[in-house]
């Protein structure tokens, strides 16, 4: 089944202490990028990533890393977490960037979601 | 700055009855509209993707259209079901955001279809 995989689903944590949100999908897709949906704020992109080695922040970057070592996995990295990052992050792919190939074969596919509390 | 916005925010409507949804831009730049569902649980689908050449997409019992002029788009939902209960979401692809692949999303419309 062609999906985009984000674990751990469910996290609570402290503040400080690091984590790694991991995203893997198996549709060989080049584009990958991670976004964070708040309260009246509505779902606004962290980072994204091109393709291997290629990352670029989006809009709101501060206190998050990316790398993309694989095609695949696109693991979003809190080094030291604080309670303005709980949130609800997603993962979401596809082939390319959305302004590039506008059709419905270039939907962008999202993950389940981790929702993320940092106390 | 791009801004999107949906109304009404929540909706609660009898099983069978066709409704609307509605979301407006401030920027008429785009090169795509979409509309996506969210389940609790379940992340976003997509359910249709307008280009802004287009003026409507049609899925099933979903029709969404788009005046880009006008900077609005509309989600028409026939025959609603219980299981069409989610938050239907509305994004844009700014045309200056070409090289980042963002999409630009309102805060959604959460309908309730009731039995």
């Known amino acids: 089944e062609a999906q985009v995989t984000q674990n751990p689903r469910y996290l609570i944590t402290v503040t400080g202490k690091k984590l790694t949100v991991t995203c893997s999908q198996n549709?060989?897709?080049?584009?990958m990028s991670w976004y964070r949906q708040d309260p009246g704020l509505g779902l606004r992109q962290i980072y994204y990533?091109?393709?291997?080695?290629?990352?670029d922040k989006g809009d709101v970057p501060e206190g998050y890393k990316v790398s993309r070592k694989e095609k695949r996995n696109f693991p979003l990295i809190l080094e030291s977490p604080s309670p303005n990052q709980t949130s609800l992050y997603f993962c979401?792919?596809?082939?390319?960037?959305?302004?590039?190939?506008?059709?419905?074969?270039?939907?962008?596919?999202f993950g389940a979601g981790s929702r993320l509390t940092v106390l | 700055k791009q801004e999107v916005t949906q109304i009404p925010a929540a909706l609660s409507v009898p099983e069978g009855e066709n409704l609307v949804l509605n979301c407006s831009f401030t920027?008429?730049?785009?090169?795509?509209l979409q509309w996506f569902r969210q389940d609790p649980g379940k992340g976003l689908t997509s359910l249709l993707l307008?280009?802004?050449?287009?003026r409507e997409q049609t899925s099933g019992r979903l029709n969404a259209s788009l005046d880009k002029s006008s900077g609005r788009s509309t989600l028409y939902i026939a025959a609603s079901q219980p299981g069409d209960s989610a938050t239907y979401l509305c994004?844009?692809?700014?045309?200056?955001?070409?090289?980042?692949?963002?999409?630009?999303f309102g805060q959604g419309t959460t309908l309730q279809v009731k039995p």
């Open positions: 990533s091109m393709n291997v080695e290629v990352t």
């Open positions: 549709m060989n897709h080049e584009y």
């Open positions: 307008i280009q802004s050449s287009q």
């Open positions: 979401a792919s596809s082939f390319e960037p959305q302004g590039w190939v506008s059709s419905g074969a270039n939907v962008l596919t």
């Open positions: 920027d008429s730049a785009i090169y795509n």
């Open positions: 994004a844009v692809n700014p045309e200056i955001s070409s090289n980042t692949g963002k999409l630009i």
